[in-house]
């Protein structure tokens, strides 16, 4: 049976993992850890759907942390391999329990640092680094982009403070968002004028997330002849933590049309809500991809889609069909793996969509079911 009519027989609203998809992503973020000679870690922000962890970690070198509980979920969920961390500020008592389950810890300030030096230092087994702002990005959208003016995310060349270095073996950056390596040669050009000779005292060079490594026209060539310069030059060890670039197009989403309705044009009331169910598309923002549709007024039937909450803004966008859509339809979103997940929320009493796992071999697997005890419960 093709793929997608396995996903309109599930029950809606559901997101579907597409293991097969997954391996793609992770085939090609294999190869560039050989060929560039990197380690390649998973960002758990994007996507943490952990059924797949243990497929993932036979691919790359393991995930990165934003705070205690994804560190938890990882050391957990993914045996032996590398748990790194990061986050702008850690609280005491997570951070004592951060030491027993972390590879490198990474600090957003010398505040920080020296707040939990001495217990950090008790830990030789432990990496420490700190998160810089080389104050470039190419990045837009000022809620994306961590170098905008006044930052909280990372420290600038004038509040380094190169007397504090004892203790710490690496440096972190992250200031690219779904860019290329073209950006990354640039970037790098702003870490080495300003913090090359910090760099020649570290073992290990972080380069954050943002690469679109396992898109078509990513410049896989590229990135791997900057890692070997950045290794060669300052005798570096190089970690790279995508996110997106992990389970990019690696999920769906399905949906049923629950009414059609007019109002200076067809509008169409789905089972699945922007606002809960794909946050970005309202935050970033963008229009997802629905199978079988074309932008507005391309084919003959156009629609826009919301969902079933009260506000007013919960809209996804408009399409159009070859054909008169009917109540009781089913519509697939594409690329409904990362960012969309981990970022539900039962705002308006929605419930949260069901987990499947679309296994390779084309079976699908219930992974998660969530009822009315899981929206009570968390109120
Ligand atoms: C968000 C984030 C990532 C992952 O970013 P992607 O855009 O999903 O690749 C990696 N590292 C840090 C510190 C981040 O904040």
Not at 120 to 125: C, D, G, R, S, V
Not at 148 to 173: M, P
């Amino acid at each position: 049976m093709d793929k997608f009519e396995i996903l309109k027989k599930l029950p809606t609203p559901c997101y579907v993992i597409d293991e097969e998809a997954l391996l793609r992503n992770l085939k090609i973020l294999q190869s560039v850890e050989k060929n560039a000679g990197c380690h390649i870690l998973l960002a758990q922000k994007a996507f943490s759907s952990y059924c797949t962890y243990p497929l993932i970690s036979e691919y790359i070198s393991g995930t990165t942390a934003s705070g205690i509980f994804e560190a938890k979920l990882a050391r957990e969920e993914m045996g032996n391999r590398q748990v790194h961390v990061f986050s702008p500020a850690y609280k005491d008592e997570d951070f004592d329990e951060l030491l027993k389950i972390c590879d490198h810890i990474v600090f957003n300030s010398f505040s920080q640092w020296k707040h939990f030096r001495q217990k950090a230092l008790q830990h030789p087994e432990i990496e420490f680094g700190l998160r810089i702002n080389p104050e470039y990005s190419e990045i837009e959208t000022d809620i994306y982009n961590p170098c905008f003016a006044n930052s909280r995310l990372g420290i600038t060349l004038e509040n380094f403070e190169e007397n504090e270095l004892d203790g710490i073996s690496g440096l972190h950056f992250h200031t690219m968002c779904e860019q290329g390596a073209e950006t990354l040669e640039r970037t790098i050009v702003h870490i080495e004028e300003k913090f090359g000779k910090y760099l020649h005292r570290m073992k290990w060079l972080n380069f954050g997330g943002g690469h679109h490594i396992t898109k078509p026209d990513y410049n896989v060539e590229k990135l791997i002849s900057i890692v070997r310069h950045m290794k060669e030059k300052y005798k570096l060890d190089i970690y790279i933590e995508p996110g997106e670039a992990v389970a990019i197009d690696a999920g769906f989403l399905v949906s049923t049309v629950l009414d059609l309705t007019k109002n200076g044009m067809n509008l169409g009331i789905l089972d699945t809500s922007a606002a809960c169910h794909m946050p970005d598309v309202l935050e970033m923002p963008y229009r997802p991809f629905i199978i079988g549709s074309e932008l507005p007024d391309i084919l003959p039937y156009t629609y826009r889609f919301g969902g079933p909450t009260c506000l007013a803004g919960d809209i996804i966008g408009d399409y159009s069909f070859d054909h008169k859509l009917a109540i009781g339809e089913k519509l697939i979103f594409t690329d409904m793996a990362m960012y969309s997940i981990v970022k539900n929320n039962t705002f308006n009493g929605m419930p949260l969509p069901s987990i499947y796992l679309l296994k390779a071999d084309g079976n699908t697997v219930l992974v998660k079911k969530f009822g009315y005890e899981d929206f009570k419960s968390r109120l």
